[in-house]
């Protein structure tokens, strides 16, 4: 039994993203909910324009380590990007809270992850829910390189056209990695300011939070402004609080990381807290 687990981890741990999209394709599109041994549940929040496939592979890790994990579709995802047109950052923060609750029912001890806007809904959730066992924020917001004049643009282009399409820096722009894959490439200007408005509430909130907290940000991040993680670390009002960064990655980078240690240390700061 316990040799079966171990290799079922390390299969986890050791497979290469792009071969097991091939395979499990068919859920790309898919929330997921896996039961788990050991009355303890985690949440994981995708992030904007993805989908919950983002996080599964580290649900499945998780999962398999004797967790019960619940990764819910936010709304206007997982379909075309004319659904998140009409969708207001709220009802994401209430897919998430719902997500929780009904998690919270059967387990004593909930945690909760998060990835860019997915951090930025977990933040506000464990404001709202104190009862929140731990977090761990992978790139998260504080603020948005040269924020006030992307939205400026944003707010300008929005007079003469509805959707804009998405920017990958050269390095981490293949068409073949997960995280570009799996989510919509163009996406409604208005959703984007939907976005703006979710970041702004979730920094102002960072102090009331007081659940111990992993903060994990790419060394190469084209998306979050300058120093990004040293203020999240130094604003949230965690007492127990981890930084780590992770080398030459994109901004969402949980889906295509391989080797680097992060689901060990997600799994020891869970465990640890």
Request: hydrophobic share 40%; charged share 25%; proline share 5%.
């Amino acid at each position: 039994m316990v040799e079966r687990l171990f290799k079922k981890v390390k299969s986890v741990l050791l497979a290469d993203p792009e071969l097991l999209y091939k395979e499990e394709r068919k859920l790309a599109n898919q929330p997921f909910y896996f039961p788990g041994e050991n009355g303890q549940a985690v949440l994981l929040i995708h992030g904007w324009t993805s989908v919950p496939y983002e996080v599964r592979r580290l649900g499945i890790y998780l999962n398999e380590n004797g967790y019960t994990v619940s990764g819910p579709m936010l709304r206007g995802h997982g379909t075309v990007p004319k659904d998140l047109e009409r969708v207001k950052w709220t009802e994401w923060l209430h897919d998430v809270t719902a997500a929780y609750d009904e998690l919270k029912k059967n387990h004593e001890k909930v945690y909760v992850i998060g990835t860019s806007i997915g951090a930025s809904l977990a933040v506000i959730l464990a404001k709202n829910r104190q009862d929140v066992a731990g977090m761990v924020l992978l790139a998260m917001p504080y603020k948005i390189r040269l924020e006030r004049t992307a939205i400026l643009l944003a707010k300008l282009s929005s007079l003469f056209r509805k959707y804009n399409k998405k920017y990958y820096p050269p390095t981490f722009g293949v068409s073949t990695t997960i995280t570009r894959v799996i989510s919509y490439q163009t996406y409604p200007i208005k959703s984007a300011l939907e976005v703006f408005e979710l970041i702004k509430i979730s920094r102002k909130e960072l102090p009331k939070v007081k659940q111990p907290c992993l903060l994990m940000e790419s060394t190469s991040d084209h998306i979050t402004a300058r120093k990004n993680l040293d203020i999240i670390h130094k604003k949230i009002g965690s007492k127990v609080k981890e930084k780590k960064y992770i080398p030459r990655a994109y901004h969402t980078f949980i889906s295509d990381i391989k080797n680097e240690g992060v689901f060990e240390d997600i799994l020891n700061f869970i465990e640890e807290n």
